[in-house]
């Protein structure tokens, strides 16, 4: 029995490394008596944009009057951020209550600490009565332990080359994983384009019956405006792949036929901004989540509209495609500060710059530091590791 949160979480992320896979937590929910099909909820995948379209989405149903769970991951501040109820984080004594009933089904079940997160986010959400309930999957699809509950609706943002060495290393087969929560009769809405992954997701809508609706990316302005299915949408103070987002999420909340107010969504989404996602911090600084290649390219093209010189302090998991992620952005920007932070998989700051001509800090707080001295009146774009903006993202704002 814990009797301390920080005690609890320190064994519960212990626990984050254990084997992919999603037969054990079936078998454990089975035993249970599958309590999750209990939730009202919707399905989000995809390489890029899980996060966003899973707020833009929360965001819209609570300014509708509905109460909304949302499961998303990694955290950014801290553990408790995954599991919130309209977008406030579940409580140091709730989550040390759920860690409690379930620590005696961690080792009987092998679980991981994603599905222990998972399995308290059912309880929680049961508990407190939601209406809806948004989950976006962890890692992949087809095995990821989000992948046992019934949605009312599936969406997949896009595909693209990310955690290669567990879902393969061609956008066919990364597809495959990202489909693979398609359910039966359920419908799937994707702002894909690519010809590979929309060929895999047709294949698997057939055999399960499932609508396959394709979303198209409006056109928008210099001040990202833009229209969809009627609805005339201002993003002020976003980036641009924002714009993918929030139109995935809006195609939702259509999808699911709730007869919500044009106007409630328009403000809903004009009013959401998901943390870590081109977040401004502090005046002309920005940290951005650009953990991948179509990440850093999206990235790339919002600092279009942005005030120079641009500079850019980088760092990455050492797991990661960083040479081409660095490459991408040495070619963009005015300067470039390689740097590194603690976390067992974080890359070394020489071996992230390596055959590039560009500054290396290894302290990442004086990397910062030194970004914000020569930006002048351009703009500092901290980015990189999910993990890396969680910690750059306190310094910064606890430094201002």
Known sequence: MYTNINHALDDLQKRRNMVFGIDHFKSLLEAMGNPQYNLKCIHIGGTNGKGSTTDFTRAILQNAGYTVGTFTSPHLVKHNDRIRINNEAISDALLLKYINQTEPLWEKYQLSMFEIDMLISIQYFLDEGVDWVIYEVGLGGRLDATNVILPEICAITNVDFDHMDILGDTLEAIAKEKAGIIKPNIPLITTERKREPLAVFEKIAVKNNALLKMIEIPSYTNHY?????????????????????????????????LKIDDEIIKEAVESTHWQGRFEAVD??????????????????????????????????????????????????????????????????????????????????????????????????IVTGSLYFISEARSFILESK
Do not use: C
């Open 225 to 257: 405006e833009f229209e969809i299915v009627g609805i005339k949408i201002h993003l002020k103070n976003q980036a641009v792949y924002q714009i993918e987002n929030a139109s995935l999420a809006i195609s939702i909340v259509k999808a699911l036929e």
């Open 283 to 380: 005046e002309n600084v920005y940290v951005d989540g650009a953990h991948n290649k179509i990440g850093v390219e999206k990235l790339m093209k919002t600092l279009e509209s942005l005030p120079r010189p641009w500079i850019v302090v980088f760092s990455a998991l050492k797991d990661k495609d960083h040479h081409d992620m660095v490459e991408m952005i040495v070619d963009k920007v005015d300067h470039l500060i390689i740097t590194e932070f603690e976390f067992y998989r974080a890359g070394k700051a020489e071996e992230l710059a390596f055959g590039f001509n560009v500054e290396v800090i290894k302290d990442y707080q004086k990397a910062i530091l030194k970004g914000k001295e020569i930006k002048k009146d351009g703009t500092l």
